[in-house]
């Protein structure tokens, strides 16, 4: 004697049904399973990737981290200290914008949200355009003179 194992509410298809639903697509449903003859089999790995976990809050988390992200409020130099760094701006124009290295520090105002950071860079100054204030470093390095709060280097210590 043969035991079929079936599982509970589900109908085989040698039983006698006289479920409507059932004898109108009697002919289709025991058909065996497409398989395309152009694609390939996805993997069952492949098909439960399309049905795994999505970022349904795409950003959230670089938006928490730019919240967090501190800024520094910019600084506003004294009328001495701006005297001090005009008169090294000059001492550059003056004589012919020495190779020596000189360390600026200026702000850069942040793109994103209110404040900025300051940044040093140590390089040549390679011009200062004084109609826009401008000071161009090497490397491509362009700062406002309005944004320098300090300007160190060895040819100032004459």
């Known amino acids: 004697m043969t035991a079929t194992v079936r599982l509970a509410g589900t109908k085989h298809r040698d039983d006698k049904m006289s479920d409507k639903s059932y004898?109108?697509?009697?002919?289709?449903?025991?058909?065996?399973?497409?398989?395309?003859?152009?694609?390939?089999h996805m993997s069952m790995h492949d098909r439960a990737a399309q049905f795994g976990a999505f970022a349904a809050l795409t950003g959230y988390d670089a938006a928490i981290e730019e919240t967090a992200r501190l800024t520094d409020e910019r600084i506003e130099p004294d009328e001495s200290v701006k005297a001090d760094i005009n008169g090294k701006l000059v001492y550059i124009m003056e004589h012919d914008?020495?190779?020596d290295p000189i360390t600026v520090t200026h702000y850069v105002p942040d793109p994103y949200k209110d404040g900025g950071a300051y940044k040093t860079n140590v390089g040549s100054v390679l011009k200062i355009d004084s109609v826009m204030k401008i000071v161009y470093m090497e490397n491509d390095v362009k700062i406002f003179v309005d944004d320098i709060i300090s300007l160190e280097g060895d040819s100032f210590k004459e």
């Open 23 to 40: 004898s109108e697509y009697e002919d289709i449903i025991f058909l065996p399973h497409h398989q395309s003859k152009v694609r390939r």
């Open 97 to 99: 914008f020495p190779s």
